[in-house]
C-alpha cells in the first residue's frame, strides 16, 4: 500500500472549516488506497499568542516550562484533524511527538531530531488508515518534551518521510517556490523545480519557503518534497536531486531576510581569551553567526557578525556575562539593516555575476556593508530602507 507524509502549515489549519476541508480531502485519499502520516502546525497564530502571553508573566522563561507550553498548539490541531476524520468514517489516530516516538538531542528549544521509530508507524497502520502527527516537537533522553524551533513542522514532515521513504507533501498558503518573493517582485517566476542545494541556499538566505534543516535531511536521504498550495490544482514545485539541464541560468532566485540584527564587538586590545569565550558561549546556547568580519588594528579588536533576531534575547546575557570578565567591552546590536542575496547553481561555471551586483548597486546608489560569498551564492548586507529596492534591481537585472 502506498504510503505518504503531507505537512499543513498554520495558515491551512487557522480555521475549524479548513480543517473540515482538509479532512475531506484526506478520505478521498485513504479511498484510494493510501495511507497517510499528517504533520500540522498550530492553528494561525496559536504560537504566537502563546510565546506573547509569556511575554506578559516574564522576561526570562525556562526553557523547559516553555517548551512544554508551545507544543500545545500543535496538540489542537491534531486532536480537532483527528476528530473530524473519525467523525466521517476515517479511522484516525493523533500522536504528539513523544507519542510518534520522535526522539531528540540538543537545547529544548532548538532540538534536533536523533531517531524516529518507523516500527510504531507499521503497527499502528493496522488499524488506522491515518496517522496525525503534531509537527515541532519530540523528546529527549529524560523524556521531556522539546521543540525543533522554527519551521520545526517541516523538519517533522521530512524527517518521518526520511524514516519511512516516501515522499513528503508540504502544503501552505503558496502555490510553490519562487524566485523571489512576489510581494516584493510581483513578476517573480514560479519554479517546477528546484535543487536541494539552491533551496538550501535560499531558505538559509530568507526566503521563508521551508525552514533550512527539513531541506538538508531531504538531501541527505533523498526525499523528494512538493511544496504546493492547500487544496488548490495549481501546480507547485518538487525540490529534489540536482537536474540535468542543457542551458542553466546563473541566478535562480534572489532572498531578501528582514529578520536579521548586526552586532559589533569592540574591545581596546586583542584578546584571545575574549575571542574563545564569546564564540564558546554562542556555541552553548546553540546561536548561528553569519558573516564574519574582524578587524585588528592599534585601536584594538573590531568583531562584527549577523545573526537571527529570534536570538537578540540570549545575545544581550551573553555579553552581559562576557562584560563581568571584560568591562572595557563594548557591543552594539543593530536592527537596521537587511540581507539580500542572489542563489544559482550556475554560478558554478559563469563569471560576472558578483560584478553584476556591484555594478547594479553602484548605479541605483545602494551602498552595502558586508559581502559573503559561496559557491553558489552571494550575499549582501544594506539598509534596510533599500532591501525592497536592491531585491526589485536584482530580479530585474537577472530576469527572474
Same mark, same amino acid.
Given at each position: &500500500? ?27 485519499? $485513504? ?22 502571553? $509569556? ?144 533551496? &538550501? ?43 540535468? &539541464? ?13 529578520? &536579521? ?76 539593516? %537587511? ?17 553584476? $551586483? ?23 548586507? %544594506? ?18
Amino acid at each position: &500500500m502506498n504510503r505518504s507524509v503531507l505537512k499543513f502549515g498554520g495558515t491551512s489549519v487557522s480555521s475549524l472549516e479548513k480543517i473540515k476541508d482538509i479532512a475531506n480531502y484526506l478520505k478521498g485519499r $485513504v479511498e484510494q488506497g493510501e495511507q497517510l502520516i499528517i504533520v500540522v502546525s498550530a492553528m494561525g497564530k496559536t504560537t504566537d499568542d502563546l510565546m506573547a502571553s $509569556v511575554n506578559s508573566i516574564t522576561t526570562s522563561p525556562n526553557d523547559q516550562d516553555l517548551a512544554l507550553l508551545l507544543t500545545t498548539g500543535e496538540q489542537q490541531t491534531i486532536s480537532y484533524l483527528s476528530i473530524i476524520l473519525n467523525d466521517i468514517g476515517v479511522k484516525s489516530k493523533p500522536l504528539t511527538g513523544y507519542q510518534a516516538g520522535i526522539e531528540t538531542v540538543g537545547h529544548h528549544l532548538k532540538s534536533k531530531i536523533s531517531k524516529i521509530n518507523s516500527t510504531l508507524f507499521d503497527q499502528l497502520f493496522e488499524t488506522y488508515n491515518v496517522l496525525i502527527v503534531a509537527g515541532f516537537q519530540g523528546f529527549n533522553t529524560d523524556n521531556e518534551i522539546t521543540t525543533l524551533g522554527r519551521g520545526g513542522s517541516d523538519t517533522t514532515a521530512v524527517a518521518l518521510a526520511a524514516a519511512h521513504e516516501c515522499p513528503c507533501e508540504i502544503y501552505t498558503d503558496v502555490t510553490g517556490v519562487y524566485s523571489t518573493d512576489p510581494r516584493i517582485y510581483p513578476e517573480a517566476k514560479m519554479l517546477d523545480e528546484v535543487s536541494y542545494e539552491e533551496m &538550501m541556499e535560499m531558505s538559509a538566505l530568507g526566503s521563508g519557503v521551508l525552514v533550512t534543516r527539513s531541506v538538508e535531511i531531504a538531501m541527505n536521504y533523498n526525499i523528494p518534497i512538493y511544496l504546493g498550495k492547500t487544496l488548490s490544482d495549481v501546480k507547485g514545485t518538487w525540490v529534489m536531486a540536482k537536474t540535468e &539541464m542543457l542551458e542553466k541560468k546563473a541566478v535562480t532566485g534572489v532572498a531578501l531576510d528582514k529578520d &536579521m540584527i548586526h552586532v559589533t564587538l569592540n574591545y581596546p586590545n586583542y584578546d584571545t581569551g575574549l575571542l574563545d569565550q564569546a564564540f564558546l558561549n554562542l556555541e552553548q546556547e546553540e546561536i548561528n553567526v553569519d558573516m564574519i568580519s574582524q578587524i585588528t588594528n592599534n585601536e584594538g579588536l573590531q568583531l562584527s557578525f549577523t545573526m537571527k533576531d529570534t536570538e537578540e534575547h540570549q545575545l544581550q546575557k551573553i555579553f552581559l556575562r562576557l562584560k563581568e570578565n571584560y568591562p572595557d567591552l563594548y557591543f552594539k546590536i543593530e536592527n537596521q539593516f %537587511v540581507k539580500v542575496s542572489v542563489i544559482g547553481s550556475g554560478m558554478r561555471d559563469m563569471t560576472g555575476v558578483a560584478s553584476n $551586483v556591484f555594478r547594479t548597486f553602484i548605479k541605483a546608489d545602494i551602498p552595502f556593508h558586508q559581502v559573503t560569498t559561496s559557491e553558489i551564492s552571494i550575499s549582501y548586507v %544594506v539598509d534596510a530602507h533599500n532591501g525592497k529596492k536592491a531585491a526589485h534591481l536584482l530580479c530585474e537585472r537577472f530576469e527572474l
